[in-house]
């Protein structure tokens, strides 16, 4: 049996080899000489473990004043391969430095953006229109209760007047964020002279949140308001549009329908852009897709603004962007668009 004299002795031996391996520096001071020590004093097979382990052949009256020493010559190895640690991964990065040299006068790494596929297909879109003599106007995007349904010839009760479908601005009740941008027709008409011939995009707002809706959404408004305008030269527009835009082989079609603000009304459809109207799931076997609604003109709303409906006529016609842009793109998910993926918006080119 060992005696406490005998292990002491050990200890203080224990303790200057650790002082002597300790005293690393230059070359020979790196992350893996440290790790080397701590394995040769600490690990399992270790110099200081092998002491803890030797308290079992020590009497019990022995027994605390060795564990005692024995703890203190833990710590200060555990103290001493901290320190080393800290001054090895020092030196280390220090040398990795040095072999790294930067060249401070070498041009900067150009960062290569991109539009978003919404400012992308406005861009494109409006470029078409003033092709066709289009003027692009702006109007707001909180507007009053007139400007969005009343002078639009929506009834007091027509149900796009229900606040589960419209935002309206608290304790403002004639106050709404607009469902569309048809409100623009209105500031238009009411501050500028016919002939006109208008393109208006912007954001609008309603309640609807799914895969090819979204609470905010883009979309553009057309309306001609001049002498002898008829239901062709508004078909003729669309049609010169669309093919512009999706390709001279696509056929449309206009099937009725009603809004409050035309008459008669139209929605017009597009033959499908993935299966050319053969039928597939994104037209949902139909070969046709959905675009917007059109329509000439309602008299009433020329009668609010003023305007002689015996002696103008006019077309109006509406339709999303992001429902373009999803199309042109072949995008599966409308909310795409509005996730903020930049891998996803880095596809898209700079320019249009």
């Not at 009760?157 to 623009?184: K, Y």
Request: charge should be negative; proline fraction near 4%; hydrophobic fraction near 40%.
């Amino acid at each position: 049996m060992s005696s406490l004299e005998d292990s002491l002795k050990q200890i203080e031996e224990i303790k200057g080899q650790f002082q002597t391996d300790s005293s690393l520096s230059g070359s020979s001071l790196s992350p893996k000489a440290v790790e080397d020590l701590r394995i040769k004093y600490l690990g399992r097979k270790g110099l200081v473990t092998a002491l803890m382990e030797s308290l079992k052949s020590l009497s019990k009256e022995e027994k605390p004043a060795a564990g005692k020493v024995i703890n203190e010559l833990r710590q200060l190895v555990e103290a001493g391969l901290g320190t080393l640690k800290d001054a090895a991964e020092s030196s280390a990065l220090d040398a990795s430095l040095a072999s790294h040299k930067l060249d401070v006068t070498l041009p900067t790494r150009g960062l290569q953006g991109s539009l978003h596929p919404v400012t992308l297909m406005r861009r494109v879109m409006l470029k078409e229109f003033r092709k066709l003599g289009f003027t692009v106007y702006d109007g707001p995007e909180i507007d009053l209760d007139f400007y969005n349904f009343e002078s639009l010839n929506f009834k007091d009760d027509h149900p796009a007047r229900d606040m589960q479908d419209t935002f309206f601005v608290a304790d403002r009740a004639a106050t709404i964020l607009r469902t569309h941008t048809s409100n623009i027709q209105i500031h238009a008409m009411m501050h500028e002279k016919a002939p006109l011939r208008v393109v208006a995009p912007g954001r609008t707002y309603r309640c609807d949140s799914d895969i090819t809706h979204t609470p905010m959404f883009h979309q553009i408004e057309g309306f001609v308001v001049d002498k002898g305008i008829s239901m062709s030269d508004m078909k003729g527009i669309v049609d010169l549009f669309l093919k512009a835009i999706f390709g001279q082989d696509l056929s449309i079609r206009l099937r009725p329908s009603f809004f409050p603000f035309v008459e008669p009304g139209a929605e017009f459809d597009l033959q499908c852009v993935s299966c050319r109207g053969e039928g597939c799931r994104i037209c949902k076997q139909t070969g046709w897709l959905e675009i917007g609604g059109l329509g000439m003109i309602h008299p009433s709303v020329f009668e609010k603004l003023g305007l002689d409906s015996e002696e103008y006529t006019g077309f109006a016609f509406g339709f999303g962007i992001d429902r373009i842009a999803m199309l042109r793109y072949g995008l599966k998910d409308l909310r795409q668009l509005f996730e903020g993926d930049q891998q996803f918006l880095g596809q898209f080119p700079v320019h249009p």
